[in-house]
């Protein structure tokens, strides 16, 4: 399987220029350069950068100069600091991952596809340039299965148009329930030699997403730890998100979490990289702040020894706050420790 060399180790900036309140001030001052500074000297060799089109567009699809700008700042920080990018949209008009945001019809809309490809074509123009440090995401987690075929259609039109403007740059593509690793083996094949295949990863949900308040079956006061037996945990996602966990029936229920469920849970994506001689990375994957932030950092320990053993690029969700944060205070006491396993 290919490896994705200047992206294995990175970090997201959610918050920035994304799921945030869409103000100058934010823009302006969520992240700044010595951020991007902070990122470098925590050895990171890129950060994943996720906007919406809002950013960029008027409600009528004209360009925001202002929103360009603020991802020129961040080219250009880590241009000074030698970390790569990767610029993600996540969200487009018509489509985002939170039905919370009101956005809908992309997937039966030509039109609001088409605005889709326009968009690329003006990031290409204008940040395409930057190939040899800078990679395009199409889009932030597909939700639905049933949109697999024309999001594969959408995904590969868009690459087409993209290609004209910007022949080599890096290219990811994500597959359905949320960028799910299972979704790999359904992606179309890669459109090129340049395209990366992109999954997230939070599982077990019932452990990195313990009292997360946006889950509405989630009883927000749950918690467990990360040495719960699988039939605990199990037990635990069947009640609080209403689904047996992923992966865990390879296992005795008498077991605990180990990096042997991540080999599990990652082998078939694995291998269809391998057959289709594609370059494979996770683009978010991380603990919510309601756990212990040891055990927090047992967590990323366990996924990034397979990581690491198989040549997977990641970056792990987030930079600070949005409930994840390892810049936060909270893991002020252990993040030299959660420093070697990102």
Same mark, same amino acid.
């Given at each position: 399987?290919?490896?994705w060399?200047?992206y294995?180790k ?5 918050g920035?220029?994304?799921?945030c309140?869409d103000?100058e001030e934010t ?9 991007i *500074? ?11 950068? $996720?906007?919406?089109?809002?950013? =960029? ?5 004209? $360009?925001?100069e ?6 020129q700042?961040?080219?250009? &920080?880590c241009g000074?600091?030698g970390?790569?990018? =990767? +610029?993600d ?8 991952f939170?039905d ?7 997937f039966?809309s030509? *039109? #609001? ?6 968009l &690329?074509? !003006?990031?290409?123009e ?8 800078l990679a395009f995401?199409?889009l932030?987690e597909?939700?639905d *299965?049933?949109y697999?075929?024309l999001?594969n259609k959408i995904?590969?039109e ?6 004209k403007?910007? $022949?080599?740059i890096k290219?990811l593509?994500g597959?359905? &329930?949320n ?7 359904? #992606? ?9 295949y ?9 452990f ?7 889950i $509405?079956?989630?009883d ?7 040495d719960a037996?699988? *039939?605990?945990?199990?037990e635990?996602g069947?009640?609080? +998100?209403?689904?047996?966990?992923t ?9 605990t979490?180990?990096?042997?469920y ?8 694995i291998?269809?990289a391998e ?5 494979l990375y996770?683009?978010?994957?991380g603990?919510i702040d ?5 055990d927090a950092v ?5 996924i990034?020894e397979?990581f690491?053993?198989?040549? =997977?690029g990641?970056?792990? &969700?987030?930079?600070k706050?949005?409930d994840?944060?390892?810049a936060?205070? !909270? ?9 070697k396993y990102?």
């Open positions: 399987m290919k490896t060399m200047g294995q990175g970090v997201n900036l959610g920035w220029l994304s799921q309140d103000t823009y302006s001052t969520f992240v700044v350069e010595e951020d *500074k902070t990122i470098k000297g925590w050895g990171m060799d890129h950060v994943r950068l $996720p906007f919406d089109y809002e950013l =960029i567009e008027d409600k009528e699809g004209a $360009p925001v202002s929103g360009y700008g603020h991802i700042d961040a080219i250009d &920080w000074k600091y970390l790569n990018m =990767i +610029l949209l996540h969200k487009t008009m018509g489509y985002s939170d919370a945001h009101g956005e809908a019809g992309f039966d030509e *039109k #609001l596809q088409e605005r889709f490809y326009t &690329w074509e !003006r990031v290409a204008r940040f395409g340039k930057y190939e040899d440090r995401e199409l932030n597909v939700t *299965k049933s697999c075929e999001w995904s590969y868009c690459i087409r148009r993209i290609r403007i910007a $022949p080599t290219i593509v597959g359905y &329930w960028n799910s690793v299972d979704s790999v083996k359904d #992606l179309a094949m890669p459109y090129d030699e340049n395209i990366i992109n999954f997230h990863c939070y599982e077990p949900l019932i990195t997403h313990q009292g997360a308040p946006w $509405p079956t989630m927000t006061s749950f918690r467990i730890r990360i037996p699988y *039939k605990e945990m199990d635990a069947v009640k609080n +998100l209403s689904q047996v966990t992966g865990f029936a390879a296992f005795s229920q008498d077991d979490l180990s990096s042997k991540f080999e599990k849970i990652f082998a078939e994506a291998s269809v057959e289709r001689d594609v370059a996770c683009g978010e994957y603990v309601r756990v212990d932030p040891k047992k967590w990323f320990k366990m990034n397979v690491t053993r198989n040549g =997977i990641r970056s792990a &969700w987030n930079y706050v949005m994840f944060g390892i936060d205070s !909270r893991m002020d006491n252990v993040r030299d420790e959660l420093l990102l």
